[in-house]
């Protein structure tokens, strides 16, 4: 399947001319890996004389990944008996569906402090109430472990006082470390940034990390660590 012309939109939402696509493979060569499968299901159905609309991920050439909105038309010739053109429009939908994503984040959030809210109620256990809010806060946010720390200002020690361990956290997550006590010295910066109230986060291709955070995201295999502050009284 060519590509015979395209209008200046969807160059500007791709970055590529109709010669550039045909050259490195047509259509499919942008197409985000984990979505392939839509785009060919699609030419499947238009191939068949019925025309379809489908989302899926692409590939700029800028190297950007950007939500489209495909809808396909088949030009169906009667005397062949088969498609013989296809006619296709692309929207680009990528602020409507992080817009989207956003809205299920805050609704996931909203029913985590829910339910934090309701184990808190109805336990007398701190132990029970604080594995229920690290469970609730790491599957919100897809987490593969999620972990309370205590930390106490003066002798600048930090416990882990709860822990979540999600199904695809790596051996050095499931080893628990349950009611550890580290000292958090040298994180002076860190911590005034928690008791200000502002979250943190940590990628692994920051190259701002410190030695002591690159190591810790290796042995855990992690790609990213938020830190967020909980502020209690007192």
Known sequence: LSLEWVTDALVNITGYTADELNNQGGWESMIHPDDVLIPARQFHVVLSGKASIVNYRIITKAGD???VRDHACPNWDETQGKTTFIYGAI?????QVRSEKEIQRQMEAQLTLRMAGEAISSALDPE?????????MGKA???TSAYINSYEEDEKLSAVIGKYIGPSANVKEKNSDLGEVYLDEG??????????????VSHNDDPNLTDYEKLEMLEYGVHSILYI??????
């Open 141 to 143: 946010i897809d987490a």
């Open 65 to 67: 990944i950007r939500w």
């Open 91 to 95: 929207q680009d939908i990528t602020n």
């Open 229 to 234: 502050p909980l502020r209690v009284k007192n």
């Open 187 to 200: 994180h002076i910066e860190f911590i005034e940034k928690m008791k200000s109230g502002l979250h943190d």
């Open 128 to 136: 029970i109430v604080l594995a229920h809010i690290a469970k609730e």
